[in-house]
């Protein structure tokens, strides 16, 4: 069988839907490899800035490895951009589904998040209100995005700052996507992770 009999949904049997869920699961797993190629497809992005998209990605990554964050908020450094391309106006929504079955509840909220936390750098020029963001306040994340913020995402659109080669976060980004999707263990509701952890940051330097 190399393909489903049937032409309508309704009409398809028990073998068509046992055929078409191994196939599922066979391109789930492959999504580290299309966001892998997706990320690189942001180096050709349009950009105004002085990086690139991709660098900018990369940069934020590096920034979040440097200072010991774990792999959840590394990877989630990594991808916060990705949907700048096809999401323009919910960027940061885009991110956080893509990121939400596979990193803890606290990186995906940050995610899902933080093009309001960055207004904070930029509202008042146009008039905006910068502190847009107070409506969260209270919010148990609420200090995470601040940080993450004000750590990676800002502070990563840097053309003098030496990134690590995306390839050096391939085994990390396939580590986390091949987690089990939407495990309670993955998930870890409610749970708070540093964003900066000082001991972790002096082994990775020692063996950068
Ligand atoms: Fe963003
Ligand atoms: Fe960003």
Known sequence: METVKFKRMAE?????????????????????????????????????YRVSRLEHSVQSATRAFRDGADEDWVIAALLHDIGDVYAPYNHDEFAAAVLRPYVREQCTWVV?????????????????????????????????????????????????????????????????????PYHPRVIATGVRRPLVDPQNAARRRSGE
């Not at 049997?13 to 892998?36: G, I, T």
């Open 12 to 48: 398809g049997d028990k073998e068509d839907y046992v055929f078409l869920e191994e196939h599922e699961r066979a391109a789930a797993a492959s999504v580290c490899d299309r966001l892998y190629a997706g990320l690189m497809s942001l180096d050709s992005a349009e950009s105004g």
């Open 112 to 180: 899902a998040h933080h093009g309001l936390f960055q207004r904070y750098y930029y509202a008042h020029h146009f008039g905006g209100d910068r502190n847009a963001r107070k409506r969260h306040e209270g919010h148990p994340f609420y200090d995470d995005a601040v940080a993450f913020c004000e750590r990676w995402d800002q502070a990563s659109f840097d053309p003098d700052y030496e990134s690590l080669p995306l390839e050096s976060f391939r085994p990390m980004m396939e580590s986390v996507f091949a987690r089990e």
